[in-house]
């Protein structure tokens, strides 16, 4: 089969950026190292949520507006979206971190205890006012990463190890592409995967802390994800102590009865940054690069899948999109 691209990476970046060409008719191979597996990096250990107004308190402009479109993409692509939206909630001692959490975002709604506990009757008499982002979703990162793969490799998308690179060649190696975009940075998260059927969430809820803010994510069946920590580095090590305590005390003070959780997992690694923390699409000489999500891999890989196809079927240079001397 011949083929018009090469993606080098099997991440959200380049499984999003693979699915957007196929789409356009393109032919496309996939080079991963852990071949169809996938790599079990920042992807795997992602929250999935779609949440670009709760973003917006410490983003630029442009990530709400592109991330607008992200839950409509990936439900094109077959993946499963939750829309019940977000929930933001502090500690009675903490309620100035709401007052200025609203004053930075909107796309929100103030609730009272009742309304708060109509939506989510465990949070019941737990807050006594919370802010309601309504329009936003979350995906379960692997059940997308699983779903982009199958959708692939039922058009005839190979995932290989290795193989020449044929055709254009697109990198979405995240921090490995630091050879070539040295002004890539790591930032570090950390995460914890707890199991609490005791309790019941239908939605993200994010609880402001002015040292350490949790948000956590359902998963389904008593299942829960717990991120995550932001920390600048590339350190791609194990969970740090501290980083974990704070995730599991957040928790705690959240909701007591998750004192009782099963610990599933802990993970960790470091996220690709440019410096305004902004992802792009870096059209360069020999291969265009695909990078720079940040902490808005799920959120944002849709606009630059979609940059990133209009770049390279169609020569458009776009908002996300710069032409770059690198090679």
Same mark, same amino acid.
Request: with cysteine.
């Given at each position: 089969m011949s083929v018009d691209f090469t993606i080098l990476g099997a991440g959200v970046a380049g499984l999003?950026?693979?699915?957007?060409?196929?789409?356009?008719?393109?032919?496309?191979?996939?080079? #991963?190292?852990?071949?169809?597996? +996938?790599?079990?990096?920042?992807?795997?250990? $992602? %929250?999935?949520?779609?949440?670009?107004?709760?973003?917006?308190?410490?983003?630029?402009?442009?990530?709400?507006?592109? %991330?607008?479109?992200? $839950? *409509?993409?990936?439900?094109?692509?077959?993946?499963?979206?939750?829309?019940? +939206?977000?929930?933001?909630?502090?500690?009675?001692?903490?309620?100035?971190?709401? #007052?200025?959490?609203?004053?930075?975002? *909107?796309?929100?709604?103030?609730?009272?205890?009742?309304?708060?506990?109509?939506l989510e009757p465990d949070l019941a008499e737990r807050h006594a006012r919370a802010l309601f982002f309504d329009t936003e979703a979350h995906i379960d990162p692997r059940i997308a990463l699983r779903g982009l793969r199958d959708g692939l490799a039922a058009k005839g998308v190979e995932i290989l190890p290795d193989a020449p690179h044929l055709g254009r060649l697109v990198d979405c190696r995240g921090l490995a592409a630091r050879d070539l975009l040295p002004d890539l940075r790591g930032v570090r998260g950390e995460m914890v995967v707890l199991r609490c059927p005791q309790i019941t969430l239908s939605r993200p809820v994010r609880l402001l802390h002015p040292r350490y803010p949790l948000y956590i994510v359902p998963r389904g069946d008593g299942v829960f994800m717990l991120g995550a920590s932001q920390l600048e580095g590339d350190s791609r090590g194990p969970s740090t102590l501290r980083s974990t305590v704070e995730l599991l005390n957040a928790a705690f003070a959240l909701h007591p009865g998750f004192a009782e959780a099963e610990v599933l997992e802990l993970g960790a690694d470091a996220r690709p940054a440019f410096a305004d923390n902004i992802p792009r699409v870096v059209a360069a000489r020999e291969r265009t690069h695909v990078n720079g999500l940040y902490r808005h891999g799920y959120l944002m890989s849709p606009a630059l899948a979609v940059t990133a196809a209009d770049y390279l079927m169609e020569g458009t240079i776009s908002e996300l999109c710069k032409e770059a001397a690198c090679a």
């Open positions: 999003a950026t693979a699915h957007e060409l196929v789409a356009r008719g393109a032919r496309v191979q996939v080079i #991963d190292p852990n071949g169809a597996a +996938g790599p079990h990096g920042c992807s795997w250990w $992602a %929250g999935g949520m779609l949440a670009p107004h709760c973003e917006s308190e410490i983003s630029e402009e442009v990530i709400v507006r592109h %991330g607008l479109a992200a $839950a *409509d993409w990936w439900a094109r692509a077959g993946v499963p979206v939750t829309r019940r +939206g977000t929930l933001v909630v502090t500690l009675a001692r903490d309620r100035r971190e709401l #007052d200025r959490f609203a004053r930075r975002t *909107d796309g929100h709604r103030w609730l009272e205890g009742a309304e708060i506990a109509a």
